[in-house]
Each structure stands twice: as structure tokens, then as C-alpha cells.
Nanobody, 127 residues
Framework: QLQLVESGGGLVQPGGSLRLSCAAS????????IGWFRQAPGKEREGVSF????????NYADSVKGRFTISRDNAKNTVYLQMNSLKPEDTAVYYC????????????????????WGQGTQVTVSS
């Protein structure tokens, strides 16, 4: 069974940091582009960060640029999202998603292009 599992969420004070993990089981992520998305209560889902299957290309939403870093360790079949300088407006459920790509440098920033989704992990930024 193909599955993505997010972890690492929690409660953190403004200015703090968290590292989210997205672990795959049932398939290898080597040929999959990955995206992190988030959805806050009452708001639409938004793309946060994206990485190509090779890890050589990344992209970020303007709201997180300079604060978040996406990376991947294909040997561990895991993708990470390092989140620094967190703000209350970063509060949301964070999801990772995967799509198989033939192009190892392409990043996919459209949610509808993704085939597999995790269940999400809650991130709450509050004092």
C-alpha cells in the first residue's frame, strides 16, 4: 500500500522552529516530485514548498521564502521541511504530496497534479 506519513508538527512559540518529515512506505520516492501544502481553518489549501525528484530544484511560496527549507534524503525515503522564524500565520495542517515525474529537475506546484497525499500534521504557532 502506497502511503505518505507526515510527522514533526506541534505547538511552537512565534520565532521558533520545527522540522516536518514526510516518510513514504510502499514505494520509493526516488522518481517522485514532492510538495508541501498547508490549510488553515476557513482558508483554502495553499502550496508551501516543492522539490524535484533529484532534489536539485526547489520552489517556495513568497510567504515562506527565506524561512522554510525543503530537502530530501532518498536513501531514507523521506522529505523534510525545516521551518524557522515561525509566525502565527503559519498555523495550519501541513500535508505532503507526491507525484511521479520523468523529469528529475521539474517541480510541481499545482495540487491537482499530485497523486498521493499524507494525512497531515498540525502546526500551531502561538505564545
Amino acid at each position: 500500500q502506497l502511503q505518505l506519513v507526515e510527522s514533526g508538527g506541534g505547538l511552537v512559540q512565534p520565532g521558533g522552529s520545527l522540522r516536518l518529515s514526510c516518510a513514504a512506505s510502499g514505494f520509493t520516492l526516488d522518481y517522485y516530485a514532492i510538495g508541501w501544502f498547508r490549510q488553515a481553518p476557513g482558508k483554502e489549501r495553499e502550496g508551501v514548498s516543492f522539490i524535484s525528484s533529484s532534489g536539485g530544484s526547489t520552489n517556495y511560496a513568497d510567504s515562506v521564502k527565506g524561512r522554510f527549507t525543503i530537502s530530501r534524503d532518498n536513501a531514507k525515503n523521506t522529505v523534510y521541511l525545516q521551518m524557522n522564524s515561525l509566525k502565527p500565520e503559519d498555523t495550519a495542517v501541513y500535508y505532503c504530496a507526491a507525484v511521479e515525474t520523468a523529469d528529475i529537475v521539474v517541480v510541481i506546484n499545482v495540487a491537482g497534479e499530485y497523486d498521493y497525499w499524507g494525512q497531515g500534521t498540525q502546526v500551531t504557532v502561538s505564545s
